[in-house]
Nanobody, 115 residues
């Protein structure tokens, strides 16, 4: 079955970096775009970054452009989100999404940027 699992969150000081990973299984990974979302307490879930199936094109929310970089390894069925110069407003649960159908949000991975 389709499964996505996020890893790599944690506690970091402002200005620090984290690398999130999403492990995909249960579908042909290399024909689907992948996305990272985040949801902060009391706020709606927002789209953070996207990457096309081959990795040739990426997009970013204005709030993270220049600081975050999405990438993927189609040989390993992984999608990553490198987060640099983290800010307190980046604190959220981060989720990956992609594949043949939306099967619901997983647990995500918590990113906490202290202030």
């Amino acid at each position: 079955q389709v499964h996505l699992e996020e890893f790599g969150g944690g506690l970091v000081q402002p200005g620090g970096s984290l690398r999130l990973s999403c492990a995909a299984s249960g579908f042909v990974f290399n024909i689907y775009d992948m996305e990272w979302y985040r949801q902060a307490p009391g706020k709606e879930r927002e789209l953070v970054a996207t990457i096309t199936n081959t990795g040739s094109t990426t997009t970013y929310a204005d709030s993270v452009k220049g600081r975050f970089a999405i990438s993927r390894d189609n040989a390993k069925n992984f999608c990553h989100l490198q987060m640099n110069n983290l800010k307190p407003e980046d604190t959220a649960v981060y989720y990956c999404r992609g594949g043949p159908a939306f099967i619901g949000w997983g647990r995500g991975t918590q990113v906490t940027v202290s202030s």
